[in-house]
């Protein structure tokens, strides 16, 4: 995005025109979206996760029948 300050415009009203033009664009909001984004985990550690809760779950289920939990 490229904008030239007119001729005798002042600096805060082409700050505003400038911020207006970002804002309409959407090219901040997409840069946020891009900046906060997670990498995709892997398959394998998604399995090893799934298989560490499940191994956790089972663990507090003997837990509460044992009445040590």
Known sequence: MELKR???ESVS???YRFSKKM?????????KKRRSR??????NKR??????RDEKRV???T???????
């Not at 399995?47 to 560490?52: K, P, W």
């Not at 837990?63 to 939990?69: N, R, S, V, Y």
Request: glycine share 10%; hydrophobic share 40%; net charge positive.
């Open 23 to 31: 804002q309409q664009s959407g090219v901040l909001k997409e840069a």
């Open 63 to 69: 837990a509460k029948k044992l009445g040590t939990f």
């Open 47 to 52: 399995r090893v996760g799934a298989i560490y």
């Open 6 to 8: 007119r001729e005798g």
């Open 59 to 61: 663990e507090i289920e």
């Open 13 to 15: 009203s082409f700050l």
């Open 38 to 43: 997670a990498r995709a985990v892997n398959k």
